[in-house]
């Protein structure tokens, strides 16, 4: 009994030890965890975003709403400003004084405007802002007396330098390499009577330098070419852009001659050619064979048609055959006529002065003419010749004293030619053998 009592006490002991241990192992794991246990951050403050109030065309608009849209057809003034408690009397004093700034009868379709009115019930327009171009913006302010005032935007003007290898055309190439379609075009008047653009090959070269305009870091067009070069089969042919005796600027090749004709190759710009000069051609409207003395251009309705050469207006007129059409006298050898206009340019008429290049119509169908497209007539010496196969006469090359001048310009340019890399692999695969290569010489192709 004594024996099976202590037995007892010690299993007792032994069980009470090993609860104190355990309990003071848990305490201590529970003590380092608290002492280790990362308290968390405390919560951070919103931030309190101000939103300040944009400053549209140099007006704040922190009391004003802003609303944009575009002119519609057949908008006007009035009807835009009519819904933003604007009177037709308000619209009649506001036109007149802004006819010696920007005549209201100058808005038209398709151009970006406007409003700001007042941030109350009435929401009364307080400034209503047009854009007649990406240079120009008009502020009509309808505060007080009223007032209107023509802003004109810096134009930042950039060189830049393109190059580029052809592959299918020369439109296609140089859009590649950066270029656009008002750079192609220019392009091609400066080349258009030494290269055949037509018939140009893959791997053909070709390398410019042009001005660039920008408005607000946006492009809004280019300036000149300052200078151009094109290889073809390994033979260079340079166009510099130089000024002589303070005439309009020329392009003269390495050599100094003059790029240019005296007359423009063409009066459209990329056009296709849709009926050539015939002795015999049958006529699409009258239903009979007869002479047709002239090369017609298929061009969409609208697009500006561009004297070849300086000269006098002879003819502005309308006859039955011919619609609208424009007769140039460009000295006394040449003169040409331009038929089928939609309508004639602004000032061209009987007796005006036009310069090579200058708009004088636009394409239409007026006339004995199925389809919008123009008709381009050219008199050598009182006879009609074929404008495409008649050899002229080019343009003066650099004069002796200017020589010296155009030395030095060619030197850099040609320095600055070298260093333009070209972007892209030279096409392996030249043209077929049924494509016929281009050709640079001083003649007509």
């Known amino acids: 009994m004594f024996k099976r009592s202590i037995g007892l ?41 101000k939103k300040t109030a944009p400053v549209v065309y140099g007006i704040p608009t922190d009391t004003l709403e802003i609303i944009e849209g575009t002119i519609e057809r057949g908008e006007n003034l009035s009807e835009l400003l009519r819904d933003y408690n604007i009177s037709p009397v308000t619209i009649d004093l506001l036109a007149r004084k802004a006819k010696d700034v920007f005549n209201v009868r100058r808005i038209n379709a398709n151009h970006n405007y406007i409003i700001l009115h007042a941030q109350d019930s ?5 400034y209503f802002i047009y854009e007649p171009s990406e240079v120009e913006y008009v502020v009509y302010d309808l505060n007080g007396d009223l007032d209107v005032r023509l802003v004109k935007r810096e134009v930042l003007v950039v060189e830049r330098a393109i190059a580029g290898f052809i592959e299918s055309s020369l439109f ?119 002479p047709h003395l002239g090369t017609d251009f298929a061009a969409p309705r609208g697009t500006p048609i561009r004297t070849v050469g300086d000269g006098v207006v002879l003819e502005a007129a309308y006859t039955r055959g011919n619609g609208y059409f424009v007769k140039i006298k460009h000295n006394k050898t040449y003169t040409t006529q331009y038929l089928h206009m939609s309508k004639f340019a602004r000032g061209i008429r009987k007796g005006s002065r036009v310069q090579q ?51 030095a310009l060619k030197e850099e340019i040609e320095g600055r030619m070298v260093a333009i890399e070209v972007t892209g692999a030279q096409p392996k695969e030249l043209l077929a053998a049924d494509k016929q290569h281009a050709t640079l010489n001083d003649e007509e192709v």
């Open 9 to 49: 006490a010690i299993l007792i002991a032994v069980s009470l030890f090993v609860f104190i241990t355990a309990a003071q192992t848990l305490s201590f794991e529970s003590t380092n965890i608290q002492k280790t246990e990362k308290k968390p951050e405390p919560a951070q403050p919103e931030e309190i975003v």
């Open 122 to 126: 009435a929401q009364t327009a307080r």
């Open 172 to 290: 296609e190439s140089i859009l590649a390499a950066g270029g656009t379609p008002q750079l192609v075009n220019h392009f091609a008047d400066i080349y258009a009577w030494r290269l055949n653009l037509s018939r140009l090959q893959p791997g053909d070269m070709f390398k410019l330098i042009y001005e660039e305009k920008l408005v607000n870091g946006n492009t809004i067009g280019f300036g000149k070419i300052k200078a151009a070069y094109f290889e073809h089969e390994g033979k260079p042919l340079y166009a510099i852009a130089f000024e002589q005796d303070g005439q309009k600027t020329g392009y003269y090749d390495q050599d100094g001659k003059s790029l240019k004709k005296a007359f423009l190759r063409e009066p459209l710009e990329f056009s296709r050619i849709s009926s050539r000069f015939s002795k015999s051609r049958f006529h699409p409207v009258q239903k009979r064979y007869k």
């Open 357 to 407: 290049g200058q708009t004088i119509g636009y394409v239409g169908s007026t006339g004995l003419a199925t389809g919008p497209h123009l008709c381009y007539r050219f008199w050598q010496n009182g006879r009609q010749v074929d404008a495409l196969r008649v050899k002229l006469p080019s343009a003066h090359p650099i004069e002796r004293k200017y020589k010296e001048a155009f030395a």
